[in-house]
Every structure is written in C-alpha cells, then in structure tokens.
C-alpha cells in the first residue's frame, strides 16, 4: 500500500494532493506508457568500460542484444567500481556513466573535476550521506549526480534528467495537476522552450502565490509508491518507462499548447510503429 503523508504546505498555497497520494500515484501511472520500443545506447568503443568493470564482464555485457536487459545489467556491471576505494577506479566509473554513457557535454575545463569532488561526499552511498548531498545541491547539476545515485543504488535512487521532467510534467499537465517537476537544461532548444511554457503555466495556475517546484526526493517518493501499490517491480522499472516516454509526451505537450515540436524524429518512428 502506498504510504500515507500529510498534506504539506508550500507557502500560502496548501497543496491537496501530494505526489505520493494514493489517486494521483494511480493516475500517473495509467499514462505511463511501455519502453518497448525505446534503446538505450550504450557506447561502441568498449575498451574503456573494460578497463573499468574487466574485460569479461564487459564482453558478457555486449553480447546481451535486448537494450532494456542491457540497461538493467549495466547498472549491475558498475556497482562495486562506484563503490570501491581506488579513488581513480571510482571517478572512471563516474566519468563513464555521465560523459560517455549519459552523454553529457562538459561545460568548461574543470566540469569534471568539480564533479568528481562533489560526489566524494557520498561516500559509500550510505543513507544519511545521500540524503545530506540531495538536501546541499539540491538542483545544482542534478542530470549529472542523480545518475551516479542510480547506478550506485538502482533498487532506491533513479536518474532524473530532461527527459523525466518532460514526461512526468506533460502528465501532471494532463491530471490538471498544478505542482510540477524542476525541470533540468535539455540540449534540445525546442525542448528548453516547452519547458519556459511550462514555468509560465505555473505562474499562471498559481496566480502569482509563492509556488515551489517538486525536487528530486518527491521524485523518489513516487517512483517508490509505484512499487508499494504494485504497478512497477522496481524503482528502475519507472525510471526506465518515463525516460521511454519523454519524447513522445514532450511532443505531446508541444501539440497541445501549439509550441514547436522538440522531438521530429520521435513522429517518424510513431509513424513507423503504426504503418
């Protein structure tokens, strides 16, 4: 059963439905779509993931052909290097998920270093470390951390990036739900500014009374109550299906309010899929 919390204030505007209620975890997750059609791409040179994780391993990994299998067991193949005491080893292992696997460009010279010095405060991805860095950097380069936190631990923490945010705002949009997801900078401009209409709908619903965005712990909390009510194994089974939907409820979104389409290449492939 999902669990049950009091309804939190957010400034003047009492907030009725908490994003783990019980209706609103349901209703969220009847818009959820499947992530059958959806690939995770993983990056075809393999030495430096070899170099990693081992070479048999990584050998074993490439040879699986079913891409959400392969994202399952990714998760699995880079535990322990996250984890591990070799300083070196555990940045590799970061490095690779956010630059190489995430595809996250560096913004300047010392992206990386500024990085891997913030994540040497989870330690051993301990509770009260984790919640410590969540509550410090709040939203401060969330698509980036929040993947290390998903791979370090998928069965409690789970990546939140454009995509997500996408998808989970279009379906709140849709619930007439007026709280929303934070949504982080996309590399998409079309994207970036179906966000800006996002913040601006805000403004509106909330008539100018203080309003705050839903951040990374509500996240986790929904993502959790999916699996206390039953609809999802898994934390990562949820995370895995709203990243499969982003482009499609982005797009989705985009039509409704009559804001250019951030994802054409995402109406080729329905167009595919249906003929």
Not at 25 to 39: F, L, M, R
Not at 213 to 230: G, H, K, P, Q, R
């Given at each position: 059963?999902p669990r049950?919390?009091?309804f939190?204030k957010?400034?003047?505007?009492?907030?009725?439905r908490p994003?783990?209620?019980?209706d609103i975890v349901?209703k969220?997750w009847?818009?959820?779509?499947?992530?059958?059609?959806?690939?995770?791409k993983v990056?075809?040179?393999?030495?430096?993931?070899?170099?990693?994780?081992g070479h048999?391993?990584?050998?074993a990994?490439?040879e699986?052909?079913?891409?959400?299998r392969?994202?399952?067991?990714?998760r699995?193949?880079?535990k322990?290097?996250l984890?591990?005491?070799?300083?070196e080893k555990?940045n590799?292992?970061i490095?690779?998920?956010?630059?190489d696997w995430?595809?996250?460009?560096?913004?300047?010279?010392?992206d990386e270093?500024?990085l891997?010095?913030?994540?040497k405060?989870?330690?051993?991805?301990?509770?009260?470390?984790v919640k410590?860095f969540?509550?410090?950097?709040?939203?401060?380069?969330?698509?980036?951390?929040?993947?290390?936190?998903a791979?370090?631990?998928s069965?409690k923490y789970?990546?939140?990036?454009a995509r997500?945010a996408?998808?989970?705002?279009a379906i709140?949009?849709k619930?007439?739900?007026?709280?929303?997801f934070?949504?982080?900078?996309?590399?998409?401009t079309?994207?970036n500014?179906?966000f800006?209409?996002?913040?601006?709908?805000m403004k509106?619903?909330?008539?100018?009374k203080?309003?705050?965005?839903?951040n990374y712990s509500e996240y986790?909390?929904?993502?959790t109550?999916?699996?206390?009510?039953?609809?999802?194994?898994?934390?990562?089974?949820?995370?895995?299906r709203?990243?499969?939907?982003g482009r499609k409820?982005?797009?989705?979104?985009a039509?409704?309010y009559?804001?250019?389409?951030?994802?054409?290449d995402?109406?080729?492939?329905?167009l595919q899929l249906?003929?």
């Amino acid at each position: 059963m999902p669990r049950k919390k009091s309804f939190r204030k957010n400034g003047p505007v009492s907030v009725e439905r908490p994003i783990n209620n019980g209706d609103i975890v349901q209703k969220i997750w009847a818009e959820i779509g499947t992530y059958e059609h959806q690939g995770w791409k993983v990056p075809e040179d393999r030495r430096l993931l070899a170099s990693i994780a081992g070479h048999e391993a990584t050998d074993a990994f490439y040879e699986i052909s079913d891409s959400a299998r392969q994202n399952i067991e990714l998760r699995k193949l880079l535990k322990e290097p996250l984890r591990s005491q070799d300083t070196e080893k555990r940045n590799a292992a970061i490095k690779w998920i956010v630059y190489d696997w995430g595809n996250i460009p560096p913004r300047e010279d010392q992206d990386e270093d500024r990085l891997f010095e913030m994540c040497k405060e989870l330690n051993n991805f301990e509770n009260e470390d984790v919640k410590s860095f969540i509550k410090r950097y709040k939203i401060d380069r969330i698509a980036s951390w929040s993947k290390v936190l998903a791979f370090a631990d998928s069965s409690k923490y789970a990546i939140f990036d454009a995509r997500v945010a996408m998808a989970l705002n279009a379906i709140l949009d849709k619930l007439g739900h007026q709280r929303k997801f934070f949504m982080p900078q996309s590399i998409s401009t079309p994207l970036n500014k179906v966000f800006s209409h996002v913040r601006q709908k805000m403004k509106v619903d909330f008539n100018g009374k203080k309003h705050s965005y839903m951040n990374y712990s509500e996240y986790i909390e929904l993502l959790t109550s999916f699996v206390e009510a039953d609809l999802a194994t898994s934390v990562l089974e949820g995370e895995m299906r709203l990243f499969a939907q982003g482009r499609k409820l982005g797009n989705s979104y985009a039509a409704k309010y009559g804001l250019e389409i951030p994802y054409e290449d995402e109406l080729q492939l329905d167009l595919q899929l249906a003929s």
